[in-house]
């Protein structure tokens, strides 16, 4: 059963008030048996980011035919448990096999279509930080899919909205000529996300290898989500996606099939319904050291 969030007895300027109505349900499992518990079209978005066949700690290496016929079963679950104006986002890197890079986006692309789904945005994330490497350039960036099923669906812009570059310029000619010329609220963030992953200084760093930024994934529950929606992770890691839904007044599902993960993201989840737990602000600036050339 769904456990319903729950106000705590701490310090009032240090508890985050959620609505009595509030749930999340949190399950060690395989997820695609998590999913076919779920009702048809329930979830408005469906987040996520696979493993990319690497070999890692949390996955098994396997051929990619297999990995990709792993991803359609799952991707069809996703389709099913689809809200008619909900969305999926599927973030993912780059497969590499022996010195080659297999972008995944290109991949997965066709698996989405199969369904219908209209693709609405590629979302470029990019972050400073990564493994060097020697023979090729360092990548840096990882995309994100996101599709609908069809024209109809939540966006809200203003929520997500980042600080303009030039807040105080004004139509210089025409009727509107001395009015602000942007919106006063901000500016579209675009489809290139500078958003810093999560390293080993990362405020929100926990014992996952790779763990989404609770700021990337706010970002797509406060776009396209409203409050009271519910927000699946069929590869909930440590519930960072878990925790930009409930921190928003978002419902939370998710699943993962490692134990140790799980466990992870109900303290994550507990911190966060107690007003402990840190996260890095949706849109705080990417900090930029001066060299000393800028100094002089």
Not at 276 to 296: A, F, G, H, I
């Amino acid at each position: 059963m769904p456990t319903q969030a729950r106000k705590t007895n701490a310090p009032i300027g240090n508890v985050v008030k959620f609505p009595s109505k509030l749930h999340y349900e949190i399950k060690t499992a395989d997820n695609l048996k998590f999913m076919r518990s779920l009702d048809d079209e329930s979830m408005k978005l469906i987040v996520t980011s696979p493993p990319y066949n690497l070999g890692k700690a949390y996955e098994s290496r396997r051929s990619q035919e297999v990995y990709l016929e792993e991803q359609a079963a799952t991707i069809a679950e996703a389709v099913r448990l689809l809200h008619p104006r909900g969305s999926i986002c599927w973030q993912v890197g780059n497969h590499v096999d022996d010195g080659e890079v297999f972008p995944l986006d290109i991949l997965l692309y066709p698996l989405f279509r199969t369904h219908g789904l209209m693709l609405r945005n590629r979302i470029i994330w990019t972050f400073g930080h990564g493994l060097h490497c020697q023979n090729r350039f360092s990548g840096r960036h990882e995309t994100i899919l996101w599709f609908t099923k069809g024209d109809d669906y939540t966006f809200n812009l203003d929520p997500v909205r980042v600080p303009s570059k030039y807040p105080e310029k004004k139509h210089f000619k025409g009727p509107k000529r001395g009015q602000l010329s942007g919106n006063p609220l901000g500016k579209n963030p675009s489809d290139v996300w500078d958003i810093p992953n999560v390293k080993s200084n990362h405020v929100e760093k926990t014992d996952h290898p790779c763990q989404f930024p609770v700021g990337l994934v706010e970002r797509l529950v406060l776009s396209l989500t409203d409050k009271g929606d519910n927000v699946l992770d069929p590869y909930l890691g440590v519930g960072s996606s878990a925790v930009a839904a409930l921190k928003n007044d978002r419902n939370a599902y998710g699943c993962d099939s490692v134990a140790e993960y799980t466990a992870i993201a109900r303290k994550r989840i507990e911190a966060l319904l107690a007003g402990q737990l840190r996260t890095r602000p949706m849109n705080k600036p990417v900090y930029e050291p001066t060299s000393r050339e800028d100094d002089e």
